[in-house]
């Protein structure tokens, strides 16, 4: 539905680093002059910003102003949530709009909301691969989750509000996002460039003057560039604006952000054989060296938070590759 010929558009996490790509999108998309978007942001100068130099309406707020986040969600027909993946209340004040907004207009509003494969980690701590799988097409493999797994508590809210009716809802779950945002909301100042996984390892490795790993490093996790898990976003955007019967959503809506995997080891060596070339590790030892528990808890705040990073996550984004209508995207080096 749109209001005075245009679609409203309520986004949030323009500031950071999915949400500022996907944002860049939608201000480049062919249709641009018919969105009427909204964003959520904390920083007054950076609201400004997106006023006076890219005309999105920018909102001064919290996402523990829930108030303020149903009322936004009330007006908007699409909500692009790409912020936090784990806050309840968050997605209940947006629900709880949406929810308000059918009922009283009639409209059925849709949400895109952000999700994460870290929904599929084990405890392999590094020591093996898994051979478990999961395709985004097969919604009973979907459905097995447990609910207490990373994000899912958030995930079942959204996949509940579309068999009640109210909302047509989808999630994309991105995996490990690597390449630096270069688009104009980074030239800007309003968005964050940088992915959160491997900067991690990197900061841990500069501190220790070494990279290191989580046990062997064994276990595997997919990856996707940010301009790809972006590209993503609108291409199911535009499937759901131009042929919303025939764009799954609900249990069929779910969408891997994925695009080939990689070992912690991998990566960890990588980093290793870079520190050793630039000169902050020694000579001989690009190879990485366990974590030891303190490290864990030093590097990611708890010995968990540690043990996440030697975790498996293995899955094959089938159901977004249908929607492109393309079998994969080349993998990107940067």
């Known amino acids: ?6 679609t409203s ?39 400004k910003i997106l006023e006076s130099k890219f005309a999105v309406k920018a ?9 303020k ?44 909301h952000t999700s994460g494969t870290g929904v599929l980690t084990d405890d392999a701590r590094g020591e093996y691969v898994t051979d478990t799988i999961y395709s985004d097409l097969n919604v009973e493999q ?10 899912r508590n958030v995930d079942l809210l959204v996949f509940d509000a579309d068999t009640q009716g109210f909302a047509r809802t989808h999630i994309v779950a991105p995996s490990t996002i690597y390449g630096l945002a270069q688009h104009a909301l980074v030239a800007a100042g309003v968005s964050n460039p940088h992915s959160i996984q491997v900067p991690a390892l990197i900061k841990a490795a500069f501190d220790r003057k070494r990279a290191g790993v989580v046990g062997p490093g064994k276990a595997l996790w997919p990856d996707v560039h940010i301009d790809d898990v972006a590209q993503l976003y609108i291409v199911l955007f535009d499937a759901i604006i131009s042929n919303p019967d025939k764009t799954g ?33 020694a000579p001989g030892e690009a190879e990485p060296t366990p974590f030891t528990v ?4 030093k590097y990611w705040g708890s010995e968990n938070g540690g043990w996440y990073n030697g975790s498996n996550s293995r899955c094959r984004a089938d159901r977004g590759r249908s929607l492109a209508g393309r079998r994969s995207t080349p993998r990107r080096t940067s």
């Open 9 to 47: 558009i309520f986004l949030t996490g323009a500031t950071g680093y999915i949400g500022g790509a996907v944002l860049a999108k939608l201000l480049s998309h062919p249709s641009a002059n018919t969105f009427d978007i909204t964003a959520l942001v904390r920083n007054a100068d950076k609201a």
């Open 1 to 6: 539905m749109t209001e005075g010929g245009k």
């Open 142 to 151: 979907i459905k097995s989750i447990p609910a207490t797994a990373l994000h």
């Open 69 to 112: 986040i149903h009322d936004l969600a009330v007006q908007s027909h699409v909500v692009f949530h790409l912020a936090d993946a784990d806050d309840e209340p968050f997605m209940k004040a947006l629900l709880g709009g949406m929810k308000e907004r059918h009922a009283k207009i009639g409209d059925l509003p849709i949400l895109i």
């Open 249 to 281: 959503h609900g249990w069929e809506g779910f969408y891997f952000g994925e695009n080939g995997e990689h070992s912690w080891y991998d990566i960890s060596k990588a980093i290793g054989e870079a520190f050793v070339e630039l000169g902050i590790s």
């Open 59 to 67: 909102v001064v707020g919290t996402h523990q102003e829930l108030d």
């Open 294 to 297: 303190d490290e864990l808890v």
